[in-house]
C-alpha cells in the first residue's frame, strides 16, 4: 500500500507541476511615474533582483523593497519567485500609457513598449479602426506622446491614404508623401515649414510626425478648365438668360442646362443653322496658379528709354482668356477669370503704330458645386462694319470666323464664350465625362424651337 501511495503522490506531483511552474513563471506589469516610488512586500531572505540598474533604483528596508524610477524606459524585477515589468512614464503620460495598454492588450496584432524613451506602438496593424481607437485616445490626452510604428497590411493602404488625403485637404494643405515602410510616414514640401507646429499638431493623435523635405515636390490639386468659343443664334436666348445689348456680361448659365452637355447641345445645332463652335481648348492648371488661352497674334513696338535706348515689345490682340482657380478638399472653387477681346484699329494709329479696340471683363466666382460661366457682350457689332477693317478682322482666327458670317453680319448671333472648371480627380481622365447621344439632343432642339 506504501508503494502504490506514493506512486499516486508522485504522479499528482508530476500532473501539477507544470501549473505550478507556470505561476512562479507570471510576470505581472506596473506602471510608474517618473518622482513616483512603490512598496514590495519581502522577507528579509528573499533575493531581489532589477534587470536594468540605469532606470530604477532599489532601496531595502528589511520589512519592505522601495522600488523608484530613475528615467523613462522598462526593466524587470524579480523578489524571490516573483516577477515584474515595469514601465516608468513620465507624469503627465501615466493615465494614457494605462488606458493605451488596456487597449492595445485586446487588439489583435498591437504591441506597446517603452522604447528609448518613447511610448511606442508596434507589431501589426489588421484593422484602420484599431488605429482610429487608439487615435481617440490620444486626442483625450493632449501632450501624451506617443509614436505609431506598425505594419500595416497592404489592404488598408488605399483606406489609410484617402483618409490624410481628407484631414489634411481639410485645411488646404498641399498633398504630401505617404510611405509604408518600415512604417508609416508623412512628408511635406519644404515650402510648409512655417506650418510645421499646426501639422505636427493636427498628427499628433495619430502617432506620426511630418518630415519636410525640400527635394519633396509640392502636390496641388489639378483644374481642368473647359473653354467653348461659339457664334450662337439670338434664339437661345430665352433657354440660357442671355440679355443681347451691348454690355459685357459674365453669368451662371441655369442649372437646369446640364453643364457636360453645352458642347454636344451647340454641335446638335449647328446642324440646324442656330450655332457654331469656334473652338473648344481645355487649360489645366494647378490650384493657386494661373492659365491662359490666347487666340490671335502679337505686334511689336518700338520703346524708346530715357537714355535714348530703344527696345521692342510685343502687344497681344485677338482673344485672352486668364483663369486662376483655387480649390478646397469639399470640391469648392475660388474662380478668377479675366477675358479682353481685342482687334487692331488702324484709324487711331500714332506714328506708325495702330491702337487697339478693346472689350475686357475681369471678374470673380465662388463655385460650391460644378457650373458654367457664360461671357457675353464682348464685341461691338460697330467693330465689323467698316470695310478697312473687315478683311483685317478675318484674319484673326476665332473671330476671322465671326465676322465672315452673314448671321453675324445680319445681327441673328452673338459670340458666347462658356467658361467650365472642374476638378481633376486622380482616377478622373478627359474622356469620364459622356456627351449625350445626338437623338436625345435633336428631341430637345424640335420641343425648344419648333
Do not use: C
Request: no cysteine.
Amino acid at each position: 500500500m506504501d508503494i502504490i501511495k506514493h506512486l499516486v503522490l508522485f504522479f499528482l506531483i508530476f500532473l501539477f507541476l507544470p501549473v505550478f511552474g507556470q505561476a512562479s513563471s507570471t510576470t505581472e506589469e506596473l506602471v510608474l511615474a517618473l518622482g513616483q516610488s512603490k512598496n514590495f512586500t519581502a522577507s528579509s531572505y528573499s533575493k531581489v533582483h532589477i534587470g536594468d540598474g540605469k532606470i530604477l533604483k532599489i532601496i531595502d528596508h528589511d520589512s519592505h523593497i522601495q522600488v523608484i524610477p530613475k528615467t523613462l524606459g522598462s526593466s524587470y524585477l524579480k523578489i524571490g519567485l516573483k516577477k515584474y515589468k515595469i514601465i516608468v512614464v513620465y507624469e503627465t503620460q501615466l493615465n494614457f500609457y494605462k488606458k493605451l495598454a488596456e487597449k492595445i492588450k485586446n487588439t489583435l496584432g498591437l504591441k506597446l513598449k517603452i522604447d528609448k524613451k518613447r511610448i511606442l506602438v508596434y507589431g501589426q496593424l489588421h484593422r484602420f479602426e484599431d488605429w482610429l481607437n487608439i487615435k481617440t485616445i490620444s486626442a483625450f490626452h493632449p501632450g501624451a506622446l506617443y509614436y505609431f510604428q506598425a505594419e500595416i497590411d497592404d489592404d488598408l493602404k488605399d483606406r489609410i491614404s484617402i483618409h490624410f488625403h481628407n484631414l489634411l485637404s481639410s485645411y488646404q494643405f498641399e498633398q504630401p508623401l505617404l510611405r509604408y515602410s518600415p512604417f508609416f510616414q508623412i512628408s511635406f514640401s519644404g515650402s510648409l515649414k512655417d506650418q510645421k507646429k499646426f501639422i505636427n499638431q493636427l498628427l499628433e493623435p495619430y502617432g506620426v510626425q511630418a518630415h519636410f523635405s525640400n527635394t519633396h515636390i509640392s502636390i496641388k490639386p489639378l483644374i481642368r478648365v473647359h473653354i467653348v468659343i461659339a457664334e450662337v443664334s439670338k434664339k437661345l436666348s430665352k433657354q440660357w438668360g442671355v440679355s443681347w445689348n451691348q454690355d459685357v456680361k459674365a453669368q451662371i448659365i441655369p442649372e437646369f442646362i446640364n453643364l457636360s452637355r453645352v458642347t454636344p447641345q451647340i454641335r446638335a445645332l449647328e446642324e440646324n443653322g442656330l450655332g457654331k463652335i469656334l473652338a473648344s481648348p481645355n487649360l489645366l492648371a494647378k490650384s493657386g496658379e494661373r492659365a491662359e488661352f490666347l487666340a490671335g497674334g502679337e505686334f511689336p513696338i518700338k520703346v524708346v528709354g530715357y537714355n535714348k535706348v530703344s527696345r521692342i515689345i510685343w502687344k497681344r490682340h485677338g482673344i485672352l482668356l486668364n483663369v486662376k482657380p483655387i480649390a478646397d478638399s469639399l470640391g469648392h472653387l475660388d474662380l478668377n477669370l479675366s477675358v479682353e477681346i481685342s482687334i487692331i484699329d488702324h484709324s487711331q494709329s500714332v506714328e506708325g503704330v495702330p491702337g487697339l479696340k478693346t472689350n475686357r471683363i475681369k471678374t470673380h466666382f465662388n463655385l460650391k458645386k460644378p457650373q458654367t460661366i457664360l461671357l457675353s457682350g464682348l464685341i461691338r457689332k460697330q467693330w465689323g462694319k467698316s470695310a478697312e477693317q473687315l478683311p483685317v478682322l478675318k484674319s484673326i482666327p476665332i473671330l476671322g470666323h465671326l465676322f465672315s458670317s452673314n448671321d453675324y453680319q445680319n445681327d441673328e448671333t452673338e459670340l458666347l464664350i462658356f467658361v467650365t472648371p472642374e476638378i481633376i480627380k486622380p482616377s478622373q481622365t478627359s474622356d469620364s465625362i459622356t456627351p449625350p447621344i445626338q437623338k436625345e439632343l435633336q428631341h430637345e432642339y424640335n420641343s425648344t424651337f419648333q
